[in-house]
């Protein structure tokens, strides 16, 4: 039984237009990992101080509202976790 010829394709090239649009040139984060682990070290902080001076620091008056601010610190660290690439 004869072979049948292998048939080559050619490389396919992109347009000129699209290896234009390549070349955008990217933002730096680098400030987005510094700011998450300060905002996660600050909520963490004022919830410790919270506790272990049983609610007289860091704000008096907040009351058990410290706790709401600690967890908000938090939440802004995973906020700002989302722009991380």
């Known amino acids: 039984m004869p072979k049948s010829r292998i048939r080559k ?16 040139k990217l933002t730096s984060r680098s400030w987005v990992a510094p ?19 049983d609610g007289s620091l860091p704000v008096e008056s907040f009351g ?4 709401v601010v600690g967890f908000g610190f938090i939440a802004a660290g995973f906020g700002v976790s989302t722009q991380w690439k």
Request: glycine share 2%.
């Open 9 to 24: 394709k050619a490389d396919f090239t992109p347009p000129p237009s699209a290896k234009q649009a390549t070349n955008i």
């Open 35 to 53: 700011v998450m682990l300060a905002l996660f070290a600050i909520g963490l902080a004022w919830i410790v101080v919270f506790y272990v001076t």
């Open 64 to 67: 058990n509202l410290n706790i």
